[in-house]
């Protein structure tokens, strides 16, 4: 069983930059889509970007522009490059694989064979 390990979260002031990983043991089918969600406390998962087979990426609204969604398929691992960070993106972010060509936010990962993550903490202080 594949899994998914994220790593890269930490505290950072308002304004700051961090770089998480999402680092797939064993082998991960090129088939997968992969993406990185976020939850924070009393507040329900939230899509924060995909990247499709083809390269091509989508964002959530909020963090156009602060946030960059990378993939190197040789080091089977995704990356979020997040930067200008605020307050109200302190969460658990998690990592997420799920087996459809073309899942968009609102539908991702709610399909049987979907991988998740165990998450990893970033917090932003004001």
């Known amino acids: 069983q594949v899994q998914l390990v994220e790593s890269g979260g930490g505290s950072v002031q308002a304004g700051g930059s961090l770089s998480l990983s999402c680092v797939a043991s064993g082998y991960l089918d090129s088939k997968y889509v992969m993406a990185w969600f976020r939850q924070a406390p009393g507040k329900e998962r939230e899509g924060v970007a995909i990247f499709y087979r083809d390269a091509s990426t989508t964002y959530k609204d909020s963090v156009k522009g602060r946030f960059t969604i990378s993939k190197d398929n040789a080091k089977n691992t995704l990356y979020l490059q997040m930067n200008s960070l605020k307050p109200e993106d302190t969460a658990m972010y998690y990592c997420?694989?799920?087996?459809?060509?073309?899942?968009?936010?609102?539908?991702?990962?709610?399909?049987?064979?979907?991988?998740w993550g165990q998450g990893t903490q970033v917090t932003v202080s004001s």
């Open positions: 997420a694989a799920d087996p459809r060509r073309l899942p968009d936010m609102a539908d991702f990962g709610t399909v049987p064979g979907t991988l």
